[in-house]
């Protein structure tokens, strides 16, 4: 079946630090790609999502490129700030039928990530 | 625009009670889901509803869970009778399929403590 896998943490940085988590999934076909975030005392919001192989996903600095032939979905964003620390979980929604992409998600485990000024 | 809501946001209960979470997704979605997050792990899904269909349910963890979507509108989740394993975050998420590609927009999420 479908799988995710993460970077374990917790991963401390400082402020304007670089960041990297690391995602690989295991799936057939070409699966829809997406992160998550969950930032303290709240839920999930969408961070960023790829639907096919080698497009880049962006938002607020966030970026992840869908790597078809190394089943990776990396985030990184150049430089963190205090408010970018929350959990962030990578994500999979299955291929379906002519291109499409639809049904349960897929989640990896969870990056704590905490950033200190 | 509203987004998904769920309630109660916190609950605690006692191994062997019944409780009831609550989903309300965002309006014109006919995809409603079913998440947990137990203990830190990863966030696994548990079932989707099309319109009020069960369109999928293959999470379910067993018989104890019964979830709902009567009219098509919103969603209950019941848990009878409790157990210690129960403990963790429900999410729900709802989305519309559009172009072949959807988005499931999540709420805040339920956190039960089972003791």
């Known amino acids: 079946g479908d799988s995710v896998t993460q970077m374990e943490g917790p991963v401390t940085l400082s402020e304007e630090a670089f960041l990297t988590i690391n995602c690989t999934y295991t799936a057939t076909g070409y699966p829809s790609l997406f992160w998550y975030v969950q930032y303290p005392g709240e839920g999930l919001q969408l961070l960023l999502k790829a639907t096919k192989a080698d497009d880049k996903g962006s938002n607020k600095g966030f970026e992840a490129t869908y790597r078809k032939e190394t089943t990776s979905f990396h985030l990184e964003k150049g430089s963190v700030q205090v408010s970018d620390s929350a959990v962030y979980f990578c994500?999979?929604?299955?291929?379906?039928?002519?291109?499409?992409?639809?049904?349960?998600?897929?989640f990896g485990q969870g990056t704590i990530l905490t950033v200190h000024p | 625009e509203a987004g998904v809501t769920q309630f109660p946001s916190h609950s605690v209960i006692e191994k062997g009670q019944t409780v009831t979470l609550r989903c309300d997704p965002i309006?014109?979605?006919?995809?409603l889901y079913w998440y947990r997050r137990v203990m830190g792990k990863e966030i696994k899904f548990l079932l989707h509803f099309v319109k009020e269909s069960k369109q999928d349910e293959s999470g379910m963890p067993n018989n104890r869970f019964l979830a709902e979507r009567t009219g098509g509108t919103y969603s209950t989740l019941k848990v009878q009778p409790a157990e210690l394993e129960d403990s963790g975050v429900y999410f729900c998420a709802s989305s519309h399929q559009e172009g072949g590609e959807e988005t499931q927009y999540f709420g805040p999420g339920t956190r039960l403590l089972v003791l």
């Open positions: 994500a999979l929604s299955p291929a379906g039928a002519g291109g499409t992409s639809y049904g349960k998600l897929t």
């Open positions: 309006s014109g979605h006919d995809n």
